[in-house]
């Protein structure tokens, strides 16, 4: 091969070099995106593993949203005796509308107090005044389907009452307790999710 030759040859293959060399230094639309290949093993070396899927928010379902004007914290509840009505307050002039059970004549009480703690099927120890009024009482019942607090129990202060649920369905609407606040347990199975420890309960 003659000289020139060698030499054009040589200018062709260096031209090819520095062409491939330009390109792989300019920025490419797909710089830093990992292809995977449909038959990669999800845990093949170099693929991405797929992001975890959040867990699904709790939806309301059972109460009725409706507007709430009176100015309460949102998470805050509120208890209206004569509606037999609890409000959850959403904040923005609205709230969720529970029909409840209140206290009976003679134990009807209005204030406020905070969540002190909440309990799944809480046991009940029926405090020593109203088993002085039904000697029949247990002094103690472990949590259960039988058991009068129903499937949730949110605890109200020190104080001795509760709003829990109940088995007796006929009695929602009524004034029939001894100063709890009664719930149907899916209804207050559902308020428990939302309600925190800490949150202001006002029963007027």
């Known amino acids: 091969m003659s000289n020139v030759v060698k030499t054009i040859a040589a200018a062709a293959i260096f031209a090819g070099l520095f062409a491939a060399?330009?390109?792989?230094?300019?920025?490419?639309?797909?710089?830093?995106?990992?292809?995977?290949?449909?038959?990669?093993?999800p845990h093949q070396e170099g693929t991405v593993a797929p992001?975890?899927?959040?867990?699904?928010?709790?939806?309301?379902?059972?109460?009725?949203?409706?507007?709430?004007?009176?100015?309460?914290?949102?998470?805050?509840?509120?208890?209206s005796t004569n509606e037999r009505a609890l409000y959850l307050i959403?904040?923005?002039?609205?709230?969720v509308k529970y029909r409840v059970a209140t206290a009976k004549n003679g134990f009807e009480w209005s204030g406020s107090h905070k969540v002190s703690?909440?309990?799944?099927?809480?046991?009940?120890?029926?405090?020593a005044e109203m088993r002085e009024r039904r000697p029949e009482l247990p002094e103690f019942m472990a949590g259960g389907l039988d058991n009068p607090l129903g499937a949730?129990?949110?605890?109200l202060g020190s104080s001795i009452y509760r709003i829990h649920g109940t088995n007796e369905r006929e009695s929602i609407g009524q004034p029939?307790?001894?100063?709890?606040?009664?719930?149907l347990n899916e209804?207050?199975?559902?308020?428990?999710?939302?309600?925190?420890?800490?949150a202001t309960v006002t029963v007027i």
């Open 176 to 183: 029939v307790s001894s100063g709890c606040i009664r719930m």
């Open 21 to 41: 060399s330009a390109q792989a230094n300019a920025i490419h639309p797909f710089q830093g995106v990992i292809i995977v290949p449909a038959s990669a093993h």
């Open 51 to 79: 992001p975890k899927r959040q867990a699904a928010q709790p939806q309301i379902t059972r109460g009725k949203i409706v507007i709430f004007a009176a100015a309460a914290a949102p998470g805050s509840i509120v208890i």
């Open 152 to 155: 949730r129990a949110i605890y």
């Open 187 to 198: 209804d207050v199975t559902e308020l428990y999710r939302f309600v925190k420890v800490g």
């Open 90 to 95: 959403l904040g923005n002039g609205r709230a």
């Open 117 to 127: 703690s909440k309990t799944e099927w809480p046991d009940w120890r029926p405090p």
